[in-house]
């Protein structure tokens, strides 16, 4: 059973940054070999951030967010980074781990989610 533990959400004013982390910490099937990171803003549809996939360190970025954050992990100790630089106030929501899936499409898991909160 894939147990996903996510942590480093918090507040920042715009144009700071903020490095989220995930850990799978369950049993995980080998064929999902791609982790990643979902958001949800307030009154808005759940949204694609980032992803990577293990074999061949093959990324997917959102438009909104490349050039700004960069999704990075360990494959073997299942997990997964999401480096948030030059955060702007449309980057508020609940940002979930996935696991599972690739490019931009809805992933196999969730995790619970992590507040990340940008004033201006």
């Known amino acids: 059973q894939v147990q996903l533990v996510e942590s480093g959400g918090g507040s920042v004013q715009a144009g700071g940054s903020l490095r989220l982390s995930c850990v799978d910490s369950?049993?995980?099937?080998?064929?999902?070999?791609?982790m990643g990171w979902f958001r949800q803003a307030p009154g808005k549809e759940r949204e694609f951030v980032a992803r990577?996939?293990?074999?061949?360190?093959?990324?997917w970025y959102a438009d909104s967010v490349k050039g700004r954050f960069t999704i990075s992990g360990d494959g073997a100790k299942k997990s997964v980074y999401l480096q948030m630089n030059s955060l702007k106030p449309e980057d508020t929501a609940v940002y979930y781990c996935t696991v599972g899936g690739v490019g931009t499409a809805n992933p196999a898991y969730w995790g619970q989610g992590t507040q990340v909160t940008v004033s201006s």
């Open positions: 990577i996939m293990w074999s061949g360190d093959i990324t």
């Open positions: 369950g049993r995980t099937f080998r064929s999902l070999n791609t």
